[in-house]
């Protein structure tokens, strides 16, 4: 893993608060998603950072020389940005940080946003898998527009200075298996026909997605076969259509290279999508709301079974917006 900028604000974060926990819920993380990062992080500087005991963290002797190069990297790196920032508005350019959840509605939104923003700007674009990450970074206005999803139990917070708007109330999640699969001829897969496949999921998805598909599998009967991880799509896309495990899916995925996308009979897993934004960012209201909904019907057909789906339920449909 390469260090990246927002690691080094994980690792002050966590200094500062003396406390994983605590940290997490300034960043907007959940406990388990923060300590994951932590020991990633950890794993690529090759020496333990903190010091665990049952009263919170504490730096090592490693981790008090890496934080207080990580506090110098990032006040210079403030600085610089502050001043492109002036730079690039005195040139009539407005920067705008967009995020999303991994998938391809990622890019339709900064494509949407370069379309309807009236002016110039230069679009920032961020894949991340947290939600909960993406409303901390809209706070701090280190992002300015974003579409986050929710399951059902495992509801967002509300971030002071974020507003939130519907964007699909409900989505079906679908399933995706290799094109020789013996289900892949299948037009809709019962979730009981996948009892004995191994699945692969992303550990750091903390929507509350792999927690909803254990508990609709215990409801059809079986525990499902957890026995793969991938934090990359690429990667898990490749798993799948080498045979070698099934997946979750969303509904709006393109088919192709060895995989096919199914939906699965009586939509057992469902999730929710908003369009949120920072209240003193760039992007208002209106433009957050029409860049969104713009970005997800250039989506709807390109799964044709998603297509066949939205057709029949128009009461998810984006109110005034024809498919």
Request: glycine fraction near 8%.
């Amino acid at each position: 893993m390469e260090l990246e900028v927002r690691h080094l604000r994980v690792l002050l974060a966590v200094a500062d608060a003396g406390s994983v926990s605590k940290a997490a819920a300034t960043l907007g993380l959940s406990q388990p998603s923060l300590s994951a990062q932590l020991r990633r992080i950890e794993t690529s500087m090759g020496a333990p950072l903190f010091d665990r005991s049952a009263e919170g963290v504490a730096p090592t002797a490693v981790g008090r020389f890496v934080l207080a190069k990580a506090r110098t990297v990032l006040a210079e790196l403030d600085e610089l940005r502050s001043w492109a920032g002036k730079a690039g508005t005195a040139a009539g350019v407005t920067k705008v940080q967009v995020g999303s959840v991994p998938g391809p509605i990622a890019a339709r939104l900064a494509l949407s946003l370069q379309r309807l923003y009236p002016g110039e700007i230069e679009v920032h674009s961020l894949a991340e898998q947290s939600s909960f990450a993406m409303l901390g970074l809209l706070g701090g206005r280190r992002m300015d527009v974003a579409v986050v999803e929710e399951f059902s139990g495992h509801d967002l917070p509300a971030v002071a200075g974020v507003r939130r708007a519907p964007l699909v109330p409900v989505e079906p999640v679908f399933v995706a298996v290799a094109e020789t699969h013996p289900l892949a001829a299948e037009t809709v897969i019962d979730l009981a026909d996948l009892a004995k496949e191994p699945w692969i999921v992303d550990p750091l998805m903390d929507s509350g997605e792999t927690a909803h598909l254990r508990r609709r599998c215990q409801e059809a009967g079986f525990e499902p076969l957890i026995r793969h991880h991938a934090t990359e799509t690429s990667a898990a896309r490749g798993a799948v259509s080498s045979g070698l495990c099934v997946s979750l899916a969303q509904a709006t995925a393109r088919e192709g290279l060895g995989l096919v996308i199914r939906p699965l009979r009586g939509d057992p897993l469902v999730r929710r999508l908003d369009v949120a934004w920072s209240e003193t960012g760039p992007v208002d209201e209106p433009l957050a709301r029409e860049a969104a909904v713009d970005a997800y019907l250039g989506l709807v057909g390109a799964n044709p079974s998603y297509a066949a789906w939205w057709a029949a339920h128009p009461e998810v449909h984006p109110k005034g917006k024809e498919s």
